[in-house]
């Protein structure tokens, strides 16, 4: 029997009259409670480049949170964002207060950072998934949209008005070149260049699939791809030639590649299922920096513009803060961030304080008191969006339906079937 997904407005809510260990059912479920488990997957992540204690996170179902003490707390801000799964979020650099974030139905801008927001989609956008967003190095108004399936638009007077460039597809990375803003790199199906601002494209060969790109923002031409199974690859005339600089790295998806705001010799990689890694030297070696750092799936990077050696990574599930350019992290996930969409819950047969639950991102979490603490099960399961990109499918079928414990050892004996 196929299992429904519970969608929750805040936290998992269990009900009154789940079964007791006899079997029988409450007479009535008059009460319901939110339990948790906090926090969840960060899919979004940005600093504010002039002030650093704001940091703004987007969440697959929870919208938006922002801090302005460094994490120390957090507030959920963008009421008016219709759809809360965020994509992504750009700040300007000409124009720090100007932040753009892309969201499953369409584009929003904040001219406060990030404390308030406006719907700038229009016609062309209000319908589209915006994956990527590029703002231009000096000019706030002017902005690349890239959409999941239906191309890249352009504004050129902050969202009043966009018009679609002709470049069709998917959009999952768009980065503009600091130094030469006539420069665009697109990771698309494939991987593309464009020298004259967007009118035409050229395709880029790295010689893997590339997920993430980084550009250096003090010298042109000088690029990091993350890449699908094949680690870091770098180029140096701007894309014509590429090097594998993959040494010291232990997890070879790279999701997500920043370079420090003070060198460009040390990079920050984001991996899947093996955490953070930096180099010092531009790519030539490359060490885990992951100190207090609970999470293996990493889904964003951003750095503190303020205090040199200080990064936040986005993971899932939760948020890290690191110092010493990584040499050690702290939790600092909002504590009230929606953990996103439940499939699958089971109370213990036998001990109902006892509870389970699963979705497509948090992977397993088990409850041994009713639901007021949890703790993710390190019983060797990976999160579903892992399974699913191992997969290589994004079908129902790699989605967690079911999950179900042993009757004759049900403590520590789950079995997640997909």
Same mark, same amino acid.
């Given at each position: 029997?196929?299992?429904?997904?519970?969608?929750?407005?805040?936290?998992?809510?269990?009900?009154?009259?789940?079964?007791?260990?006899?079997? /029988?059912?409450?007479?009535?479920?008059?009460?319901?409670? /939110?339990?948790?488990?906090?926090?969840?997957?960060?899919?979004?992540?940005?600093?504010?480049?002039?002030?650093?204690?704001?940091?703004?996170? %987007?969440?697959?179902?929870?919208?938006?949170?922002?801090?302005?003490?460094?994490?120390?707390?957090?507030?959920?801000?963008?009421?008016?964002?219709?759809?809360?799964?965020?994509?992504?979020?750009?700040?300007?650099?000409?124009?720090?207060?100007?932040?753009?974030?892309?969201?499953?139905?369409?584009?929003?801008?904040? #001219?406060?950072?990030?404390?308030?927001?406006?719907?700038? &989609?229009?016609?062309?956008?209000?319908?589209?998934?915006?994956?990527?967003?590029?703002?231009?190095?000096?000019?706030?108004?002017?902005?690349?949209?890239?959409?999941?399936?239906?191309?890249?638009?352009?504004?050129?007077?902050?969202? /009043?008005?966009?018009?679609?460039?002709?470049?069709?597809?998917?959009?999952?990375?768009?980065?503009?070149?600091?130094?030469?803003?006539?420069?665009?790199?697109?990771?698309?199906?494939?991987?593309?260049?464009?020298?004259?601002?967007?009118?035409?494209?050229?395709?880029?060969?790295?010689?893997?699939?590339?997920?993430?790109?980084?550009?250096?923002?003090?010298?042109?031409?000088?690029?990091?791809?993350?890449?699908?199974?094949?680690?870091?690859?770098?180029?140096?005339?701007?894309?014509?030639?590429? &090097?594998?600089?993959?040494?010291?790295?232990?997890?070879?998806?790279?999701?997500?590649?920043?370079?420090?705001?003070?060198?460009?010799?040390?990079?920050?990689?984001?991996?899947?299922?093996?955490?953070?890694?930096?180099?010092?030297?531009?790519?030539?070696?490359?060490?885990?920096?992951?100190?207090?750092?609970?999470?293996?799936?990493?889904?964003?990077?951003?750095?503190?513009?303020?205090?040199?050696?200080?990064?936040?990574?986005?993971?899932?599930?939760?948020?890290?803060?690191?110092?010493?350019?990584?040499?050690?992290?702290?939790?600092?996930?909002? &504590?009230?961030?929606?953990?996103?969409?439940?499939?699958?819950?089971?109370?213990?047969?036998?001990?109902?304080?006892?509870?389970?639950?699963?979705?497509? #991102?948090? %992977?397993?979490?088990?409850?041994?008191?009713?639901?007021? #603490?949890?703790?993710?099960?390190?019983?060797?399961?990976?999160?579903?969006?892992?399974?699913?990109?191992?997969?290589?499918?994004?079908?129902?079928?790699?989605?967690?339906?079911?999950?179900?414990?042993?009757?004759?050892?049900?403590?520590?004996?789950?079995?997640?079937?997909?």
């Amino acid at each position: 029997m196929k299992s429904k997904c519970l969608p929750v407005s805040a936290l998992v809510l269990l009900f009154s009259f789940a079964f007791s260990a006899s079997g /029988a059912a409450p007479d009535r479920a008059s009460a319901w409670k /939110a339990i948790g488990p906090s926090g969840g997957t960060i899919n979004a992540l940005a600093v504010h480049p002039t002030n650093a204690d704001t940091v703004l996170c %987007g969440t697959y179902y929870g919208g938006i949170y922002r801090t302005t003490n460094g994490g120390g707390s957090w507030q959920p801000v963008g009421r008016s964002v219709v759809y809360p799964r965020i994509r992504g979020f750009a700040f300007s650099r000409s124009s720090p207060g100007t932040v753009y974030a892309g969201t499953d139905q369409g584009i929003y801008r904040s #001219t406060n950072g990030g404390a308030n927001w406006t719907s700038i &989609s229009g016609t062309l956008l209000a319908q589209r998934v915006v994956l990527s967003i590029a703002i231009h190095p000096s000019s706030p108004n002017t902005v690349f949209a890239g959409s999941a399936g239906h191309g890249i638009y352009k504004t050129t007077n902050g969202g /009043a008005t966009w018009t679609f460039t002709g470049r069709t597809g998917y959009a999952y990375e768009f980065a503009i070149d600091p130094l030469n803003s006539k420069f665009l790199y697109l990771v698309a199906d494939g991987f593309w260049k464009s020298t004259d601002g967007g009118a035409t494209w050229s395709a880029l060969s790295p010689g893997a699939t590339v997920l993430a790109l980084a550009l250096d923002p003090r010298k042109s031409g000088v690029l990091y791809a993350g890449t699908y199974n094949s680690g870091v690859y770098k180029s140096t005339d701007g894309g014509a030639t590429w &090097s594998a600089a993959n040494k010291g790295l232990t997890a070879l998806e790279v999701r997500k590649i920043a370079l420090a705001r003070t060198s460009s010799a040390t990079i920050y990689a984001a991996t899947l299922l093996d955490g953070v890694f930096r180099t010092k030297n531009g790519g030539a070696n490359w060490v885990a920096a992951r100190k207090g750092f609970n999470a293996t799936d990493v889904m964003r990077i951003a750095f503190d513009g303020q205090t040199a050696g200080t990064l936040y990574a986005a993971c899932s599930p939760g948020l890290y803060k690191g110092k010493g350019g990584g040499a050690s992290w702290t939790s600092v996930a909002p &504590s009230n961030a929606r953990v996103g969409e439940i499939r699958v819950v089971v109370v213990h047969s036998k001990n109902p304080l006892i509870v389970y639950l699963t979705n497509s #991102t948090i %992977g397993v979490y088990q409850s041994k008191d009713g639901g007021q #603490t949890w703790k993710a099960l390190g019983m060797g399961f990976m999160s579903i969006d892992a399974l699913r990109r191992n997969s290589g499918s994004g079908h129902l079928q790699d989605q967690a339906r079911e999950l179900r414990l042993s009757p004759r050892r049900p403590v520590g004996s789950g079995f997640l079937f997909i």
